[in-house]
């Protein structure tokens, strides 16, 4: 895949490891870990890092409403304008009694296997944020779990990689995670094949940690979060 060179993101802050200083545009890192273990909170950080930078910000959430996910942003980078974030929300139906999203966009897809309208709601994230004029962005996809329980892993794999595609022309970052205690061995590997860089999450004594692979030729070593 061809990355644009211009400007390369940097998210070391959130996880210090030197190569997240100086990531392409256009890459895509698959979060891995088991259950419990921080991924979408991760992903957040990362997001909520580019806001903080005049980034937009683009959530595709399989299990929180589009409220909470919004609210969970702000939290990390108060004083985000509105039209910085676009929200995907598959679970299917209205976000209860709020209509109220501060100027984000919100648009909402039948289910987790709706990929069609999940792929809407991306273009037209991705559409509205350069609109407004910002020139880079990230997205979050909280669960490729959550998709797998409705379809199988090579309509995700394919998915994935469409997005990839999308991801590349706009310029923008993209994570995505996946729950690595759920799944078999040849699934992850089918799945993994598709990214750029893995940041795999393990929790040892209570302790968690995570390593960066992919991205260069050599992984990097265990750092606590």
């Not at 088991?34 to 806001?51: Q, R």
Request: proline fraction near 3%; include cysteine; glycine fraction near 12%.
């Amino acid at each position: 895949m061809s990355k644009n060179t211009e400007r390369m993101y940097d998210f070391a802050d959130v996880l210090d490891v030197e190569v997240l200083s100086s990531v392409a545009p256009g890459s895509t890192v698959l979060v891995s870990g088991p259950a419990m273990t921080g991924k979408e909170a991760l992903m957040f950080d990362i997001l909520a890092d580019g806001v903080r930078e005049d980034e937009g910000a683009v959530v595709v959430t399989t299990g929180d409403r589009a409220g909470s996910v919004i609210d969970a942003i702000e939290s990390r980078a108060p004083g985000m304008a509105g039209h910085q974030l676009g929200i995907v929300d598959c679970r299917g139906g209205s976000d209860g009694d709020r209509d109220d999203y501060g100027g984000a966009y919100v648009h909402h897809a039948g289910s987790p296997s709706d990929l069609t309208g999940i792929g809407i709601g991306i273009t037209n994230s991705f559409e509205r944020i350069q609109d407004a004029g910002f020139e880079e962005g990230r997205l979050a996809l909280s669960s490729l779990s959550t998709m797998l329980t409705y379809t199988d892993e090579q309509t995700v794999f394919k998915f994935c990689h469409v997005l990839s595609e999308r991801l590349d022309a706009a310029g923008f970052l993209g994570c995505f995670a996946i729950d690595s205690s759920a799944h078999d061995d040849r699934t992850l590997q089918i799945i993994t094949q598709v990214f750029d860089g893995l940041i795999e999450i393990r929790e040892t004594d209570g302790t968690r940690e995570a390593r960066v692979k992919g991205l260069r030729p050599d992984p990097s070593g265990w750092i606590e979060l």
